[in-house]
C-alpha cells in the first residue's frame, strides 16, 4: 500500500525551500532598509508572507486540510488541533537572528493526522541544511541519515536552551535557576541560540544529529515543536513533557534528549512555570 | 624618525608571517574536520568540564613546528603548551598567540561551531590575526591598517547604539562554583532586564567575537576566556571599526582573562557598566 503522506510530505519540502529563498532575499534587502522603518515592522511583514505562501500553496494541492500557522494564530485564528489532517506552521524560526542577520533562521512546517505528528520538516536557510522526520522512517540533513548521540550521562551532556525575558521576573527567576541547577550537576555545557522568541528548531535539530544531547525549553509553542519532535524521535532520540511525563503539543513546553536518562534528569532539575496551553484548555 | 618607507617594509615582514599563518589554519581546520566525526579521547584540565583532546594537543604541534620552521627566532604562547607548563609571557619578540582548538567542548560533542585561531603580536603590539571556522571554512582574518575579511568580503561592525535593540553574545567559562554562577546569570538577567534582543551562547568565544566583527552581533563580553582566544579576535574587531575594552571600561589588557567587544564604544560602555566580575587567574600569574 503506498504510504499516503508521502506526498504531503514532498510538497512540504518543495515549499520550505521556496520559503527559505524568500527569507534569504529578505536578508540581503533588509541590509540596505535597515535605517528606514523599524526592523521589527520588516520582520513581521516577511513572516506573514512566508506564512500565506506556505499556506496557499499547500492549500492549493490539499484544499481540505487545517492549518496552525504563527502568524494566522496571532492574527487571531485558534489553534486547535483535531483529526484533521492539519499543517503546523512557524514561517520564519528565529525572528531575532533574522533581524541581526544571525545564521540560524528556519522554516518549520511540521503535520498531524489524528493528532499524530507523521512528518516534520525544518529548513535552516542560512546554512542550506534540510532536515526532514517522517514516522517510522528515520530523520535526515540533506540526505544524510541522522543519529541522537545516545548519551546516558548527564555529566558528560552538552545542553541546549532557550533563556527569554517575558517582562516577569519570577519567570526570570525559575529560568536562571533551573540553567544553575544543571551547569551545578556538573554538565558539559549549556549553550544555544537564546532568544525571547526562540530558535527552537534548528536547537531541536542539532539534538537530532548528536551534535548537542538535550533540548529543553518552556514557552515555546506549537509550530515550533510539531517538526523538531518528530525529528529527534526518529534519529532515536525521546521526545517528553517537562514534568517527565508524555509529550504535549499544546503544552508550551518539552524536553528532547539522546536517551531516557538525560530526559528524566532534566525533568528532575527543572521546574516549569504556567505559560496557557495553545490550545486554551488550561 | 621612521619614514614612509620604513613603515611599508616594517608592514610587509608580517604580511609574508599572516599568509603562513592563514595557510597553517586552513591545515589545521582539516585535520581538525577528520577528527570531528570520530570517537574522541577526552580529558580534563582545570576541571571537569575543561576538556582538551589528543587532536588539540596534534594540532598545536602542528602549527608551532610549521611555524617555527619558517620562523625560528620567533615566540609561541600556546593553549597545550600553556597546559603543559610554559609560562605566557609576552616579550617584545614576535610572538605567535595560539588556540588550536577554540570550541573543544564542541568539538568533543560534534556541534559544529569549532575555529582555529592564530594571533601574533611584536613589541607587545597585536599585528594580524586568523580564525578559522572549521566546518564551515570560514576564514576571518585582519592585518592592522589593512582591513577585515572573511573568505574575502570586508567585515564591517554593527552601529549600534542603543541596548534595547542588542544581541549579545557570551561564554560560561570553565568555573562552576555555585558564586561564580550565580553572577553569571545575575550578568545576564541585567542585561535582559534592559530589553537586549537576546544573548547567545555558542560554545567558541572566537567565532562569537567574529560574528561581532561581521555585524551579526553587536557585542560580546566574557570572563574566563584566555589570551589565545583575544589576540587575533582582537585585530579583527578593531580592523572591522569595532571596539575592544577591558570589562573595568579601560583598555583591553591581554593577559586579563576578560573582555568587552562591541560595535560602537558607547554599546561597549553601557555593557561594561552592567556587568559584575567573575574572577579568573591572569595569564601571565606565574610568567615572572
Known sequence: MADPWQDCMEIGISVARQAGEVILEALKNQISVMSKSSPVDLVTETDQKVESMIISSIREKFPTHSFIGEESVAAGAASILTDNPTWIIDPIDGTTNFVHRFPFVAVSIGFAVNKQIEFGIIYSCVEDKMYTGKKGKGAFCNGEQLKVSGQEDITKSLILTEVGYKKNPDIAKTMFSNMERLVCIPVHGLSGPDTIVGTAAVNMCLVATGGADAYYHIGIHCWDMAAGAVIVAEAGGVVMDTNGGPFDLMSRRLITASSKAVGERIAKEIQAFPCGRDDGKD | ?288
Open chain 2, 1 to 288: 624618525m621612521a619614514t614612509s618607507e620604513d613603515n611599508e617594509m616594517y608592514s610587509k615582514q608580517w604580511e609574508g608571517c599572516m599568509r603562513i599563518a592563514v595557510q597553517t589554519a586552513q591545515k589545521a581546520g582539516e585535520v581538525i574536520r577528520d577528527a570531528f566525526k570520530h570517537e574522541k579521547e577526552v580529558s580534563t584540565k582545570s576541571s571537569p568540564v575543561d576538556l582538551v583532546t589528543e587532536t588539540d594537543r596534534l594540532v598545536e604541534d602542528l602549527i608551532i613546528s610549521s611555524l617555527r620552521e619558517k620562523y625560528p627566532s620567533h615566540r609561541f604562547i600556546g593553549e597545550e603548551s600553556s597546559a603543559a607548563g610554559e609560562k605566557c609571557l609576552l616579550t617584545d619578540s614576535p610572538t605567535w598567540i595560539i588556540d588550536p582548538i577554540d570550541g573543544t567542548c564542541n568539538f568533543v560533542h560534534s556541534f559544529p561551531m569549532v575555529a582555529v585561531s592564530i594571533g601574533f603580536a611584536v613589541n607587545k603590539e597585536l599585528e594580524f590575526g586568523v580564525i578559522y571556522h572549521c566546518l564551515e571554512e570560514n576564514l576571518y582574518t585582519a592585518r592592522k591598517g589593512h582591513g577585515a575579511f572573511c573568505n574575502g568580503t570586508q567585515l564591517q561592525v554593527s552601529k549600534e547604539t542603543d541596548m534595547s535593540k542588542a544581541l549579545i553574545l557570551t561564554e560560561i567559562g570553565a568555573k562552576r562554583d555555585p558564586n561564580t554562577l550565580k553572577i553569571f546569570a545575575g550578568n545576564m538577567e541585567r542585561l535582559l532586564k534592559a530589553q537586549v534582543h537576546g544573548i547567545r551562547v555558542i560554545g567558541s568565544a572566537t567565532l562569537a567575537l567574529c560574528q561581532v566583527a561581521s555585524g551579526a552581533a553587536d557585542a560580546y563580553y566574557q570572563f574566563g576566556l584566555h589570551c589565545w582566544d583575544i589576540a587575533a579576535a582582537a585585530v579583527i574587531i578593531r580592523e572591522a571599526g569595532g571596539n575592544v575594552i577591558d570589562t573595568s571600561g579601560g583598555p583591553l589588557d591581554l593577559m586579563s582573562r576578560r573582555i568587552v567587544a562591541a560595535g560602537t564604544v558607547e554599546m561597549a560602555h553601557y555593557i561594561a557598566q552592567e556587568i559584575q566580575t567573575i574572577t579568573y587567574e591572569r595569564d601571565d600569574q606565574n610568567a615572572n
